[in-house]
Nanobody, 122 residues
Framework: QVQLVEFGGGLVQTGGSLRLSCATS????????MGWFRQAPGKEREFVAT????????YYADSVKGRFTISRDNAKNTVYLQMNSLKPEETAVYYC???????????????WGQGTRVTVSS
């Protein structure tokens, strides 16, 4: 059974930083693309970042480029999202997900975590 569990959400002030982690089990982690998505209150879930199998390729939503960094540690079966210079509009539930192929859409990902809430206070 594939499981993804996110950690690291919480309350942070505008301009602050958080580091999210997503621990996975149930499949060979290094064989899969990992992604982060987020869903703000009243909005649809949106793509944030993705990272390739070995970590050599990454892609970010325009809104987070230069501020967020996705990384992975295949030895620990964990993917990370370092978030800097956070803005109030980035208050959302952040989800990690796993995919068998490179993709930016929700439908490209087959397993999802339960999400971790990030609140950015103004």
């Amino acid at each position: 059974q594939v499981q993804l569990v996110e950690f690291g959400g919480g309350l942070v002030q505008t301009g602050g930083s958080l580091r999210l982690s997503c621990a996975t089990s149930g499949r060979t982690f290094s064989n899969y693309v990992m992604g982060w998505f987020r869903q703000a209150p009243g909005k649809e879930r949106e793509f944030v970042a993705t990272i390739s199998w070995t970590g050599g390729r990454t892609y970010y939503a325009d809104s987070v480029k230069g501020r967020f960094t996705i990384s992975r540690d295949n030895a620990k079966n964990t993917v990370y999202l370092q978030m800097n210079s956070l803005k109030p509009e980035e208050t959302a539930v952040y989800y990690c997900a796993t995919s068998t192929r490179w993709g930016l859409l929700e439908r490209d990902y087959d397993y999802w975590g339960q999400g971790t809430r990030v609140t950015v206070s103004s």
